[in-house]
C-alpha cells in the first residue's frame, strides 16, 4: 500500500492540526507555568495570581479541553479524508 | 476498640468485599480477555478506569504532602502528570489501537521487526513496572499498618494477599470493572474532606475555587495571600514563590509527562477501546477523572499547610503565649507521634511547641530574641499530611475512615495494572513471542498467572525493605519509561526511517544513561554510600538534579537513533507500509495475537 494522495494529505493535515495542539500544551504549561510566571503573577484571577494559577490548575483545565477538541478534529479529518472506521 | 477504628474496618471492609466481589464475577476466560478486557468497554468506563490506574499511592497520599510544604514548586508534579495524556492521545493512543496487538513490546518487536528490540523492551518495561510497583506495595503496608494497627511487614503481606485475588484471577476484564469501583472511592475520599475544609476557611465548598477565595479570618486577605504571609512571619519562603531553579522545573516536567505516555500500564489501557476513535476520547475522559483529583490537591496542601501552621502558632508571632502548649496538643498529634513520622521536642523548655523556619539566618536573630531555640517540630513526613488534613480539620470520623479507604484503593488499582504489564510482558512476550511461539493459550494464560504471582512476592519482598525513598524509586520509574520506550513508540509511528538498529541503540542510550545518572548521585543500585558524587546542586551536570534526567535520556534516545538510522539501511518495504497502515484508523480490527 503505497500512500495514496489522499492518505498524504490526510497525514499532513493531523500533522499541521498536532502541531497546533502541542504548541498550546506547551505555552500554558512551560511558557505560562514557569518561565514567565513571574510576570503573570503580577495579574490576578480572582485570589490567585495568574502564573500561579496556570501551574496548578489552568494548565490541566486546558489539557483536557486540548484532547477532545483534538478528538472532535481528528474525527472530521477522518471523515473528510474518507479513512474513518466503519 | 474505639470510634474512628470501626468507622476504618467498616469502610475498608466494604470497600474490599467490593472489589473482590466483581474480580470473581467478572473472571476472565479467555487470554485476550484477561489482557485486554475484549475490547468492549466504553470511552468513559475505560477512563474511568485508565484514571484509577493511574492515580496511585503517590497521587493520593504523598502529592498533596509534596504542594503543602513545596507551594509553587510543586507544579511539576500536578502539571507533568496530567499533560503526558495530552501526548499520549496524540502521539501514541490512536496508532497503537489501529495496531492491535496485547503489549508493549510486541509493537516494538514488529515495528522494528527484530526480537532484540522486543527484547530490549521488555527489559524496560519490567524494570520501570517493578520500581513503580515496590513504591505502591510500600504504601499498601503503611496504610494496613496504620489503620489495621499492625506491623508494616504484615501489612504489606496483607495487601499482597487481596491484589493477588483480583489481579489473578481477574485478569484485564476483572481489573478493568474493579478499577471503576476504585475510582468511585477513592475520588470521593479525596474530595469529601477538601469540600469541607474548604468550606470551613474560605466560605466555598469547591476548592478549586475556594484557594483563589477570600479567608474568613475576617482579615480580608486573599487565601493565597494570607498563606504567603503566615509562612513568611515564620520566616519560611513565600507559598506562591518559585525556590528551584526554572531549568530543574522544566525538565521534571517533560520526564514526568514523557514518562506517563511511556508506561506500559497506562499504554495498555488504549488497547482495550473499540475503536480508533475511542482510543482518543479514551484519553481525554482518563484525564477528566485524573484532573478531578489533580485541580482539588493544590486546595488541599495549600489549606493542610494553613491549618498545621495555625495550629501549632495560633497567635501573633512572637507574644509569649502564642504558640500551643505541649499539653492541650490535639490527639490527632498524639496519634501521629506514636508512628513515629511527626516529632517534636521542647527545646527552649517553655512547655509550648515553635514551628519556624530556623535556617533562615534573618529570621533565627529574631527568634533568638523571642527566646526560641530553633524549630521544635523536628520531624513532620510529608506523607501523613493527606491522611492527617481531616483530622486537623476536626472533621467526623466517618471521613477519616474514607480517606483510609482511598488511599488503599489507589495503591491497589495501580499495583494490580502494573502487574498485569509484568506478566503480559512476560508469558505473551517472552515465552509465547520468543522462547515457545507453540505454546497453547490455556498454557500462555497460566504462565502469565504465575509471572504475576512471582512480580507479587518479588515487589511484596522489596516492598517491605524498599532500595530507597518512595520518591527515588517512582522517578527512576518514570525516568525510565521517559528515556527508553517513549521515544522508540513515537518514532516508530512518525519516523518511517528508524529501523531495527536505530531503535535497539535508542533505547539502550536512553536508558543507561539515565540510569548511571541516577546511580552515580543516588548510590548504585541504591545502596546507600555507594554514590560517586554527593548529591546536590554544586555537583549535577549542568545544575540537572537526577530526578528531572529522564527528559535527556530520552533526548540522548532520539539523537542516537536519528545518527545510527542515517548510517544504516532503511526498513524493508513491507514495514514502512504497516506505518503507513496504522497511520489512518480504517481497517482496524479486534486485537490479534493468534
Keep these: ?86 | 476498640m474505639d470510634n474512628l477504628q470501626m468507622w476504618t474496618y467498616a469502610v475498608v471492609g466494604a470497600t474490599f468485599a467490593l472489589y473482590i466481589g466483581i474480580a470473581i464475577w467478572a473472571k476472565a476466560t479467555t487470554t485476550g480477555e484477561f489482557y485486554v478486557a475484549g475490547k468492549g468497554v466504553h470511552p468513559v468506563a475505560n477512563g474511568m478506569a485508565t484514571a484509577a490506574d493511574w492515580m496511585s499511592a503517590a497521587s493520593f497520599i504523598s502529592m498533596a504532602g509534596i504542594i503543602a510544604f513545596k507551594g509553587y514548586d510543586a507544579s511539576v508534579y500536578l502539571m507533568g502528570w496530567t499533560g503526558g495524556y495530552v501526548l499520549l492521545a496524540m502521539l501514541l493512543a490512536p496508532y497503537l489501537r489501529k495496531f492491535g496487538k496485547f503489549t508493549v513490546p510486541e509493537f516494538i518487536g514488529e515495528r522494528y521487526y527484530s526480537q532484540t528490540a522486543r527484547i530490549v523492551a521488555v527489559i524496560c518495561l519490567i524494570v520501570a513496572s517493578i520500581t513503580y510497583v515496590i513504591g505502591q506495595m510500600k504504601g499498601v503496608g503503611v496504610a494496613f499498618a496504620r489503620f489495621l494497627e499492625v506491623e508494616a511487614s504484615t501489612g504489606v503481606m496483607v495487601g499482597m494477599v487481596i491484589v493477588f485475588i483480583y489481579a489473578v484471577l481477574g485478569g484485564m476484564k476483572g481489573i478493568t470493572y474493579t478499577q471503576i469501583a476504585q475510582y468511585c472511592v477513592l475520588i470521593f475520599a479525596y474530595t469529601v474532606p477538601a469540600v469541607f475544609i474548604s468550606f470551613q476557611l474560605t466560605g466555598n465548598p469547591v476548592p478549586q475555587l475556594g484557594l483563589g477565595g477570600t479567608i474568613n479570618d475576617g482579615s480580608g486577605m486573599t487565601m493565597l495571600a494570607k498563606l504567603d504571609q503566615v509562612l513568611v512571619d515564620l520566616g519560611f519562603a513565600q507559598y506562591t514563590a518559585q525556590k528551584g531553579t526554572s531549568l530543574n522545573m522544566i525538565l521534571l516536567t517533560l520526564s514526568l509527562m514523557i514518562g506517563t505516555a511511556g508506561l506500559p500500564h497506562v499504554i495498555i489501557r488504549f488497547f482495550t477501546v473499540p475503536k480508533v476513535k475511542d482510543a482518543r476520547a479514551s484519553a481525554g475522559w482518563a484525564l477528566v477523572f485524573i484532573a478531578i483529583l489533580y485541580t482539588t490537591a493544590p486546595a488541599v496542601g495549600a489549606m493542610a499547610i494553613y491549618n498545621l501552621v495555625k495550629t501549632i502558632q495560633p497567635g501573633q508571632v512572637g507574644q509569649p503565649t502564642a504558640n500551643l502548649k505541649i499539653d492541650e496538643r490535639p490527639s490527632w498529634f498524639q496519634n501521629w507521634e506514636k508512628t513515629g513520622l511527626l516529632k517534636f521536642e521542647d527545646k527552649n523548655k517553655d512547655g509550648r511547641i515553635q514551628y519556624y523556619n530556623d535556617k533562615n539566618k534573618a529570621f533565627a536573630d529574631k527568634a533568638d530574641s523571642y527566646g526560641w531555640k530553633g524549630n521544635e517540630m523536628t520531624k513532620v513526613d510529608r506523607d501523613i499530611m493527606v491522611l492527617a488534613n481531616p483530622e486537623i480539620a476536626k472533621l467526623p470520623n466517618w471521613v477519616i475512615a474514607l480517606v483510609a479507604a482511598g488511599g488503599l484503593a489507589a495503591a491497589l488499582s495501580t499495583a494490580a495494572g502494573l502487574l498485569l504489564a509484568i506478566s503480559s510482558a512476560i508469558s505473551h512476550d517472552l515465552l509465547k513471542g520468543i522462547f515457545r511461539p507453540d505454546i497453547s493459550e490455556k498454557d500462555e494464560l497460566m504462565a502469565g498467572r504465575l509471572a504475576m504471582v512471582a512480580a507479587i512476592i518479588v515487589a511484596g519482598i522489596l516492598g517491605m525493605n524498599p532500595p530507597g525513598f518512595a520518591a527515588q524509586v517512582v522517578a527512576l520509574a518514570f525516568g525510565l519509561a521517559a528515556s527508553s520506550l517513549f521515544p522508540a513508540l513515537m518514532m516508530g509511528i512518525f519516523n518511517k526511517r528508524i529501523n531495527n538498529s536505530a531503535a535497539v541503540y535508542g533505547m539502550l542510550a536512553g536508558l543507561l544513561t539515565t540510569l548511571i545518572y541516577i546511580f552515580v548521585y543516588k548510590g548504585w543500585f541504591f545502596i546507600p554510600g555507594s554514590n560517586n558524587l554527593p548529591d546536590n546542586a554544586a555537583n549535577w551536570w549542568l545544575g540537572i538534579q537526577p530526578e528531572s534526567f529522564g527528559a535527556v535520556g530520552a533526548m540522548i534516545n532520539f539523537a542516537v537513533a536519528m545518527v545510527v538510522s542515517r548510517i544504516t539501511p532503511p526498513p524493508p518495504d513491507h514495514i514502512q507500509h504497516l506505518v503507513e497502515d496504522i497511520r489512518v484508523p480504517r481497517g482496524a480490527a479486534g486485537a490479534t495475537g493468534h
Aim: net charge negative; hydrophobic share 50%; proline share 2%.
Design chain 1, 1 to 86: 500500500m503505497q500512500p495514496t494522495g489522499s492518505a498524504a494529505e490526510y497525514w499532513k493535515a493531523n500533522l499541521r492540526l498536532l502541531a497546533i495542539c502541542l504548541t498550546i500544551w506547551f505555552v500554558v504549561s512551560y511558557v505560562f507555568g514557569i518561565m514567565l510566571v513571574d510576570v503573570l503573577n503580577k495579574i490576578h484571577l480572582g485570589g490567585y495570581p495568574l502564573g500561579f494559577w496556570f501551574a496548578q490548575q489552568g494548565s490541566i483545565y486546558t489539557f483536557v479541553i486540548l484532547i477532545f477538541v483534538y478528538a472532535k478534529q481528528m474525527d472530521k479529518l477522518d471523515r473528510q479524508h474518507d479513512v474513518h472506521e466503519d
